[in-house]
């Protein structure tokens, strides 16, 4: 079936640097927009960014000249360059997509969470 799975988070120093990816897996037919999502401990979830099929892209304005996004459409993959961080930026970091793929005799539609990666910035 169809999953995303995070990775590259971890323990950083303000000011450095974190690349995180989400891969898409299964029987995909297509992936369409793709976003990135935070979640500090005592705060609602927010977008982080988000990149569409043909490589537009929308940023908070938190992250705006420091985070890029990106995605690699032959690998299903959607990437976050953190640069400059803050430990304002410490969270867990969740990307979503929106699928569409086959599941027996369908094909279906749905967005799918990955299980998050978290991201710690403190010296």
């Known amino acids: 079936q169809v999953q995303l799975v995070e990775s590259g988070g971890g323990l950083v120093q303000p000011g450095g640097s974190l690349r995180l990816s989400c891969a898409a897996s299964?029987?995909?037919?297509?992936?369409?927009?793709m976003g990135w999502y935070r979640q500090a401990i005592g705060k609602q979830r927010e977008l982080v960014a988000s990149?569409?099929?043909?490589?537009?892209?929308n940023y908070a304005d938190s992250v705006k000249g420091r985070f890029t996004i990106s995605r690699d459409n032959a690998k299903n993959t959607v990437y976050l360059q953190m640069n400059s961080l803050k430990p304002e930026d410490t969270a867990l970091y969740r990307c979503?997509?929106?699928?569409?793929?086959?599941?027996?005799?369908?094909?279906?539609?749905?967005?799918?969470w990955g299980q998050g990666t978290q991201v710690t910035v403190s010296s």
């Open positions: 979503n997509g929106d699928l569409v793929y086959y599941d027996g005799d369908a094909i279906l539609r749905n967005s799918y």
């Open positions: 990149i569409t099929s043909d490589g537009r892209t």
């Open positions: 299964g029987s995909i037919f297509r992936v369409n927009v």
